[in-house]
């Protein structure tokens, strides 16, 4: 029981911070709402196992570090995946 409600905790700050992402990238928002939501989802993933490398995963309380990782991989992948996009649009 405790795994699936940490796993939709996950789901849903990914789609929370996908979400903000979207919000914080500038200029046209070439991106789908619904994929900044799955960079989201992703970046969470991607952000605990970077957490865990760098020794930062489990302190026993918030996370901040962790959060902070990602959070930063959200906003990273959603402006990477805009500027993508406007490179292919313009060409």
């Known amino acids: 029981m405790v795994e699936v409600i940490a796993t939709l905790v996950v789901l849903f700050l990914g789609a ?3 979400l ?6 500038p200029g046209r928002r070439n991106v789908p709402i619904w994929a900044a939501i799955l960079i989201g989802m992703a970046a969470m ?4 196992l970077l957490a865990d490398l760098l ?3 489990d302190s026993g309380g918030v996370d901040w570090i962790e959060l902070a ?3 930063a991989l959200a906003v990273a992948g959603v402006a990477a995946v805009a500027g993508l996009r406007s490179r292919r649009r313009a060409a």
């Not at 903000?20 to 990238?25: F, N, P």
């Not at 993933?45 to 605990?48: A, E, F, M, R």
Request: proline share 0%; hydrophobic share 65%; aromatic share 16%.
């Open 45 to 48: 993933v991607i952000g605990t």
């Open 69 to 71: 990782i990602q959070f």
């Open 16 to 18: 929370l911070f996908g």
């Open 55 to 57: 020794g930062a995963g």
């Open 20 to 25: 903000i992402a979207y919000l914080l990238v």
